[in-house]
């Protein structure tokens, strides 16, 4: 079926320090991948997406690459800040058939100063 | 700020008591969406609506959960005869698209 796995947290980076958090999914057709990031406190909101491969999503210093390759769709950042500290979810919407967007369990980043 | 609004935040319930929650989205958007996300999961998939019809269901859906949405605008989940099992935050998201903006969540408590 169609699924999203994304690494287990937490992650527990120092300041400057470079981002990975690893998402690959399975899904029939041509799914459109996105990171949704939550602050401490707050819901959740868009952070990134790419709709075709090969495309990159980026902002607010975040880049992944759609990889239709490899199934992935990875998170990185160059430099994390304190600021960056939540939880961060891996997402695939445009699924064969279905409207829903399906997301992955998330992954919890600490950034220490 | 029109955001995506949730009532109420909280609901503390007994077992076997119905609660209905609601869901004012963006004015624009066209599409609503309900999920549910417990604690260390990610937001699962309940049910989809565009403008006022209910277009997808998950199966993993109990018949006691029910939604709706009249007139395409605001939207209410009702679950009846709760169980323990139910306790969970369930969160509302609208969009124009396949973009999703979401509300806070209504944290629910099955006593």
């Known amino acids: 079926g169609n699924s999203v796995t994304q690494m287990e947290g937490p992650v527990t980076l120092s300041e400057e320090a470079f981002l990975t958090i690893n998402c690959t999914y399975t899904?029939?057709?041509?799914?459109?991948l996105f990171w949704y990031v939550q602050y401490p406190g707050e819901g959740l909101q868009l952070l990134l997406k790419?709709?075709?491969?090969?495309d990159k999503g980026s902002n607010k210093g975040f880049e992944a690459t759609y990889r239709k390759e490899t199934t992935s769709f990875h998170l990185e950042k160059g430099s994390v800040q304190v600021s960056d500290s939540a939880v961060y979810f891996c997402?695939?919407?445009?699924?064969?058939?279905?409207?829903?967007?399906?997301f992955g369990a998330g992954t919890r980043l600490f950034v220490k100063a | 700020d029109t955001g995506v609004s949730q009532n109420p935040r909280h609901k503390i319930t007994k077992r076997g008591q119905n609660v209905t929650f609601r869901c004012d989205p963006i004015s624009e958007h066209n599409r609503l969406y309900w999920y549910r996300q417990t604690l260390g999961q990610g937001p699962e998939f309940l049910t989809y609506?565009?403008?006022?019809?209910?277009?997808?269901k998950s199966r993993l859906l109990s018949d006691r959960f029910s939604a709706e949405r009249p007139k395409g605008s605001f939207s209410t989940l009702e679950i009846q005869r709760t169980e323990q099992g139910d306790s969970a935050m369930y969160l509302c998201?609208?969009?124009?698209?396949?973009?999703?903006?979401f509300g806070s969540g209504t944290q629910l408590s099955v006593l």
């Open positions: 997402a695939l919407s445009g699924i064969t058939g279905g409207f829903k967007t399906i």
């Open positions: 998201a609208s969009g124009p698209n396949e973009k999703l903006f």
């Open positions: 790419a709709t075709k491969a090969d």
């Open positions: 609506f565009q403008n006022e019809a209910q277009l997808e």
């Open positions: 899904a029939t057709g041509y799914p459109s």
